[in-house]
């Protein structure tokens, strides 16, 4: 069975001794961090999904499940501030909606 997270506040999940690093400078994250972090990089909240093979869950930091099921696609943060920023990321919208069956 599949078990699916929501987790808005930070800080959820275990720590480890070996954690990632965002840059070689900086503080070390702890695997929640990381996760939190990698999920608000992604272009839209379907894509923000992260999933955990050795516990079976999928970490949902961005509403990313309940988007998917209102068959929503939406991005992480300002749109026209990401679209701006990443040109691509509008047609990959349009690849997702494409896929989704809207048109």
Same mark, same amino acid.
């Given at each position: 069975?599949? %078990?699916? #997270?929501?987790?808005?506040?930070?800080?959820r *999940?275990?720590r480890?001794? =070996?954690?990632?690093?965002? $840059?070689?400078?900086?503080?070390? &994250?702890?695997?929640a961090a %990381? @996760? @939190? %972090?990698?999920? $608000?990089?992604? /272009? +839209?909240? !379907?894509n923000? #999904? &992260?999933? /955990?093979? +050795?516990?079976r869950i999928?970490? /949902?930091? !961005?509403? *990313? !499940?309940s988007? =998917?099921r209102?068959? !929503? #696609?939406?991005c992480?943060? /300002?749109a026209?501030?990401? +679209?701006? $920023?990443?040109?691509?990321?509008?047609l990959? $919208?349009?690849?997702?909606?494409?896929?989704? *069956?809207?048109?």
């Amino acid at each position: 069975m599949l %078990a699916l #997270l929501y987790c808005p506040q930070p800080g959820r *999940g275990r720590r480890s001794s =070996i954690v990632p690093h965002t $840059a070689q400078h900086q503080q070390p &994250l702890s695997w929640a961090a %990381a @996760r @939190r %972090a990698n999920a $608000a990089a992604r /272009d +839209f909240t !379907v894509n923000a #999904l &992260l999933y /955990d093979p +050795f516990q079976r869950i999928v970490y /949902d930091y !961005v509403g *990313g !499940v309940s988007h =998917i099921r209102a068959k !929503v #696609l939406r991005c992480i943060g /300002d749109a026209r501030t990401r +679209f701006q $920023a990443d040109p691509a990321c509008l047609l990959r $919208a349009v690849r997702c909606a494409a896929r989704a *069956g809207k048109t």
